[in-house]
């Protein structure tokens, strides 16, 4: 697994390959563990998304990885879009090794993710998350994300949500973010 060793600049970003799905899976269990610290051990026990869901992704064209030096992933992103009331791109999952963190290496994979949702014509990112966790929702709304109300949500957002409360995830508060995605323009953030 990477180490801490300098990544290349800029980032290489590119499709996750069929090969490389355990190692994003090991990626996942590795990021896992930082929740243990927050007492929440449930979703550090978590299984990650299995071969044949990260395999989805990987066909249509929606998982893509951060590399090292090497080649070899240290991050993941994985994102559907959705039609509702506007043309959205979902962030599914992203998931940056702990070797990786704090190198700017999850913003890198949302930035290309919105660069890709603007090219498609895509008005905005959203994603789901935890309100609370550092690296989750303020780690968000550092890089242009607002939180949304509930009479925001769209239906595929309440869909995704009713989901999560399935799996055990409203536990802790969670919440809907949104950024928008204007042609051209990435959003100034906070140092």
């Known amino acids: 697994m990477p180490s801490l060793a300098p990544l290349?600049?800029?980032?290489?970003?590119?499709?996750?390959?069929?090969?490389?799905?355990?190692?994003?899976?090991?990626?996942?269990?590795?990021?896992?563990?930082?929740?243990?610290?927050?007492?929440?051990?449930a979703v550090a026990d978590d299984e990650p998304p299995t071969t044949a869901e990260l395999e989805r992704f990987r066909r249509a064209g929606r998982a893509w990885v951060a590399t090292d030096g090497?080649?070899?992933?240290?991050?993941?992103?994985?994102s559907e879009p959705t039609e509702h009331t506007e043309?959205?791109?979902?962030?599914?999952?992203?998931?940056?090794?702990?070797?990786?963190?704090?190198?700017?290496?999850?913003?890198?994979?949302?930035?290309?993710l919105a660069e890709r949702a603007r090219a498609e014509g895509r008005t905005a990112l959203t994603l789901t998350t935890f309100a609370d966790v550092p690296w989750n929702a303020?780690?968000?709304a550092r890089i242009g994300f607002r939180p949304l109300t509930d009479a925001e949500l769209t239906p595929a957002l309440?869909?995704?949500?009713a989901h999560e409360a399935e799996l055990g995830l409203d536990r802790w508060p969670r919440l809907c973010m949104h950024r928008a995605l204007a042609a051209g323009v990435t959003p100034r953030t906070a140092p």
Do not use: K, N
């Not at 600049?9 to 610290?37: H, M, Y």
């Not at 090497?70 to 994985?78: I, K, N, R």
């Not at 959205?88 to 704090?102: F, L, M, W």
């Open 138 to 140: 303020p780690y968000y």
């Open 8 to 41: 290349p600049t800029p980032l290489p970003i590119r499709p996750a390959t069929a090969a490389e799905l355990p190692a994003l899976q090991e990626i996942e269990r590795a990021a896992g563990e930082a929740f243990r610290a927050l007492g929440m051990d």
């Open 158 to 161: 309440r869909e995704i949500r």
């Open 70 to 78: 090497d080649d070899a992933p240290v991050a993941y992103v994985l």
């Open 87 to 112: 043309r959205t791109e979902h962030i599914e999952q992203i998931t940056v090794h702990p070797s990786a963190a704090r190198r700017r290496v999850g913003r890198a994979l949302i930035e290309h």
